[in-house]
């Protein structure tokens, strides 16, 4: 009878394939994995919403301006569509710039927002290498800031356009021109919120660094360029904002020649007698700016300032 009810009990067991078990080392990866896609919806969240954050204000004016525009038109019938054009009637026209068309003898707006793009871009980082540079060496270094900063002082209160004139003499009517004007424009406050940033941190910091025996190195790389990031970033902000200024202005002044771009598009709304055109080009700007700062500028904030400890992780 025990025989029987052993064999009984032995035929009720489970079998378990133990290729189908789960190792610790599978458990670890699938949670990893896991983790990283979390992480990743939660980044991808963030952009949309800092996207959607950036559209809010042109949603908010366009609603302003379609109702008193609307209102205008209503009271006035004889006020040019020219002159005063609806805000849904600028949404086509947006349309027609973008897709002209193979009749048009115009190019697409595209081709001009490419152009001063590619000029932001060059003049930017310029701006950005030899501003960072030489602001750490004027944060450092007593001698220099001595040396160089009454000049930098004299120098950012003027404004970027007003070296045009000299730098149309010196390089003529080209697109060098538009570039170097984009790098004063971004240069200036880059230099000036990197010095700040580093001299700004306490010297206790640095005391104490050296006390526990760092050397130079290590103080810059753990003390100071931590110390200053948050300052850095807030002159790199300003100075997009700058670039974009700078831009436009120069190339309206450097109209004169077919450099394209899209300080060039607005001056031809201008010869035109296009207010559409010109309205065109100043949200393609703002809205240009903005997507900037809310894809490029603020998830390089965070990610940044992350990286070195100064801002937690969030949960979930």
Not at 169 to 181: K, S
Not at 276 to 296: E, K
Request: charged fraction near 15%; charge should be neutral.
């Amino acid at each position: 009878m025990s025989t029987k009810k052993d064999s009984n009990s032995s035929s009720d067991k489970v079998y378990h394939d133990p290729l189908e078990e789960k190792t610790p080392t599978d458990t670890s990866t699938e949670e990893n994995s896991q983790s990283r896609l979390a992480d990743f919806k939660e980044h991808s969240k963030k952009y949309l919403w800092n996207i959607g954050k950036a559209l809010l204000p042109f949603a908010s004016l366009f609603l302003l301006l379609e109702i008193a525009m609307l209102i205008v038109h209503a009271v006035n019938p004889d006020i040019s569509d020219n002159l005063f054009p609806i805000p849904h009637e600028l949404v086509a026209y947006a349309w027609r710039a973008f897709f002209p068309g193979k009749d048009s003898f115009e190019p697409s707006v595209a081709l001009h927002i490419g152009r001063s793009f590619a000029r932001v871009a060059i003049g930017f980082a310029i701006g950005v290498v030899s501003g960072i540079l030489i602001g750490i060496l004027m944060g450092i270094s007593k001698w220099f800031y001595r040396l160089l900063n009454p000049l930098f002082s004299l120098m950012i209160s003027i404004p970027t356009l007003a070296w045009v004139p000299i730098l149309l003499t010196i390089f003529g009517l080209n697109p060098t021109t538009i570039v170097i004007t984009v790098f004063l424009g971004c240069f200036f406050p880059i230099v000036y919120s990197t010095t700040n940033g580093i001299r700004s941190i306490d010297k206790k910091l640095i005391w104490a660094a050296r006390i526990m025996g760092a050397n130079k190195f290590e103080i810059f790389f753990d003390v100071l360029l931590p110390g200053s990031l948050v300052s850095i970033i807030a002159g790199l902000r300003l100075a997009i904002g700058y670039s974009w200024r700078a831009i436009v202005g120069a190339e309206m002044l450097v109209a004169l020649t077919d450099v394209k771009g899209i300080g060039y598009y607005i001056i031809g709304g201008k010869v035109a007698n296009q207010t559409a055109q010109i309205l065109v080009g100043i949200f393609l700007i703002a809205l240009c700016g903005l997507l900037l700062d809310a894809v490029l500028m603020k998830p390089l904030e965070y990610f940044t300032l992350r990286r070195w400890g100064m801002v937690e992780k969030t949960e979930g």
